[in-house]
């Protein structure tokens, strides 16, 4: 994995390493965003593109007007009851009989 390296000017400005520019594709003026994790790690990554490029990339169905707040969850209600009924179902399957039934019950 290349490492890059850089020094902090006075004002707490970083200029990135002309390699790391190219590599990237950032292009003067781009945001640059940092994140930094919680074991003290700092990444970054430059914003060198919009989503409306990758239009013609993800095959979706457009649907006009968008999905409703009431439709995502009456959606969400449907997975969730789908899921719990098929872990009971399973629950159901795995206990043999004469057994008695699951603690899932």
Do not use: N
């Not at 060198?48 to 169905?61: H, I, N, R, V, Y």
């Not at 997975?79 to 399957?93: Q, S, T």
């Amino acid at each position: 994995m290349p490492t890059y390296r850089t020094k902090v000017g006075p004002d707490g400005q970083i200029a990135l390493p002309e390699a790391l520019v190219e590599r990237l594709g950032i292009r003067e003026g781009a945001d640059v965003e940092f994140f930094l994790t919680l074991d003290g790690d700092v990444f970054f990554h430059a914003i060198t593109g919009m989503a409306k490029g990758w239009k013609d990339l993800f095959p979706t169905e457009i649907r006009s007007p968008p999905f409703s707040i009431r439709e995502m969850d009456e959606g969400m209600v449907e997975g969730l009851v789908e899921d719990d009924e098929r872990i009971r179902r399973e629950a159901a399957a795995s206990v043999a009989p004469g057994k008695g039934r699951s603690a899932a019950e």
